[in-house]
């Protein structure tokens, strides 16, 4: 497990505070992400994820944009999407802008593919929401077509056909390494297996433990089916400081105002400090000194039988600078804590 296990950083490119307080500018925080992810690859992180949105508080809309110009500037590091919205999106368009990242970065493209949490994308792009199960599952269906690089032939109800089609650029080292972000459903689990995909499990609240039967039902599918199961992944949302105190009281007032801000268009209850508190002990926020965050992720990776970890460091207005100390400890004390752990 310690030798085949990756540990990520993902962002949203949370709209974040500058030193009064006052929120930043989206392309400001654009490349201050840009500079995250240097320094994650500095640290030795294994991954960097972008996510993306189409709304106020997150600045990144085109992430495999801002993966290129991280590419840049990194030399290792792996580079994806966290989420890439298919649903609303073009597979071959999302396919070839991977293909070309995966290009200029070396062979360090990856994507993961999902329904993302928000639904502003939708009536951006022209999509109803009606559509909303159709659109993702016949997307996917094209896309992993695309996978196999062979002319394409393919057809259905939300996209125009395409015959004997073949698309450009191809990746230089097939396939591209594609995953299924899932949240929680038996049905979105068993379609990953259904297309050989590794699997994504974005565990944002409660004990990480009570999505094991997912992991289970994953491998159970490739048992069936007489297949060694892809790996499985883990994102979920966190931040370190020197100790636990700290890190609480860094990421508390951000993190509920983010949370707060969600929960509203929701009809989610104000966030408590005492739940915030219960997330950090016993759930799904990775947040203390980096002795305490490593715990908790090998506890994970074990339960869940992980290959790889990818944890959420944005959150709200929550500041750089903050942000960059959090990075530098995950990749220099806590990753090298965790693969200890479990070797």
Same mark, same amino acid.
């Given at each position: ?20 307080? *006052? ?10 992400? =840009? $500079?995250? &992810?240097? @320094?994650?690859?500095?640290? !030795? /992180? ?112 939300? *996209? ?10 191809? =990746? $230089?080292? &097939?396939? @591209?390494?594609?995953?299924? !972000? /899932? ?12 297309y050989g995909l590794p699997l994504m499990l974005a565990i944002i609240g409660g004990e990480p433990a009570r999505f ?132």
């Amino acid at each position: 497990m310690a030798t085949a296990l990756e540990l990520g950083l993902d962002t949203f490119g949370d709209v974040t505070a500058g030193p009064d307080g *006052r929120l930043l500018p989206h392309a400001l925080v654009i490349r201050d992400v =840009v $500079e995250e &992810a240097v @320094l994650a690859d500095g640290t !030795g /992180v294994d991954f960097f994820g972008v996510g993306e949105h189409h709304r106020a508080d997150f600045a990144i809309s085109s992430p495999e944009t801002v993966l290129a110009a991280i590419a840049g500037r990194t030399s290792r590091i792996r580079l994806g999407s966290a989420v890439t919205v298919l649903s609303s999106d073009d597979p071959v368009r999302v396919f070839q802008r991977f293909a070309t990242l995966d290009a200029a970065s070396g062979g360090r493209a990856e994507v993961i593919l999902g329904r993302g949490s928000f639904t502003e994308s939708f009536p951006l792009f022209g999509y109803r929401l009606d559509q909303y199960e159709t659109l993702f599952s016949e997307k996917l269906d094209l896309f992993a077509a695309l996978l196999a690089q062979d002319p394409v032939t393919w057809a259905g109800e939300t *996209r125009a056909p395409l015959a004997d089609q073949r698309v450009f650029p191809p =990746v $230089e080292n &097939a396939p @591209l390494k594609t995953w299924i !972000g /899932v949240g929680g459903s038996p049905q979105s689990v068993l379609r990953a297996a259904r297309y050989g995909l590794p699997l994504m499990l974005a565990i944002i609240g409660g004990e990480p433990a009570r999505f094991a039967p997912y992991a289970d039902l994953y491998r159970r599918a490739f048992e069936q089916m007489g297949r060694p199961a892809p790996p499985i992944g883990v994102h979920s949302p966190g931040h370190v400081a020197e100790t636990d105190a700290a890190a609480r009281a860094e990421l508390w007032p951000d993190y509920r105002q983010m949370r707060d801000r969600i929960g509203a268009e929701r009809g989610w209850p104000p966030m408590s400090r005492a739940e915030f508190d219960r997330e950090a002990e016993t759930g799904s926020l990775y947040v203390g000194s980096p002795e305490t965050v490593a715990r908790k992720i090998a506890a994970t990776v074990r339960r869940l039988g992980l290959s790889r970890f990818q944890m959420k460091y944005s959150a709200g207005p929550l500041p750089h600078a903050t942000m960059m100390r959090s990075i530098e400890l995950y990749g220099t004390r806590v990753a090298p804590m965790v693969r200890d752990m479990l070797a």
